[in-house]
């Protein structure tokens, strides 16, 4: 099993970041300002990678996902979406109905 299928297989919730990302750190915050502890949060940081399978990593994530851009939002092994993905689930509803339906978790409504 490569690396990125077994930390997403041990954590309820994964973000894939890279270093100076400012998405990666506002989705941490919004998911943080709808009561998601951040201690629940698992980050996967793509730096950490070694230079070795880097590439391979990169191209598992991007069969998972269709896409290279961070932050990559994962519920129990499910790709949610990036930042804007993400605000826009929350913003209708859908969101809430994943949290409750992958994780077990009910949050309030609170707008972003």
Do not use: W
Not at 38 to 49: E, N, R, T
Not at 79 to 107: F, N, P, R, S
Request: one cysteine or more; charged letters at 25%.
């Amino acid at each position: 099993m490569n690396p990125i299928t077994e930390h997403l297989n041990e954590h309820l919730i994964t973000i894939i970041t890279v270093p100076g990302c400012g998405d990666c750190k506002k989705l941490i915050f919004f998911l943080s300002s709808i009561d998601i502890d951040s201690s629940c949060i698992s980050i996967f940081d793509l730096s950490k990678i070694d230079e070795e399978n880097y590439e391979k990593i990169v191209m598992d994530i991007v069969n998972i996902t269709n896409t290279r851009s961070c932050p990559m939002l994962f519920f129990n092994n499910k790709y949610i979406g990036d930042l804007q993905t993400t605000i826009h689930k929350h913003a209708c509803g859908e969101l809430q109905k994943l949290l409750k339906e992958e994780l077990e978790i009910c949050v309030d409504e609170i707008s972003f």
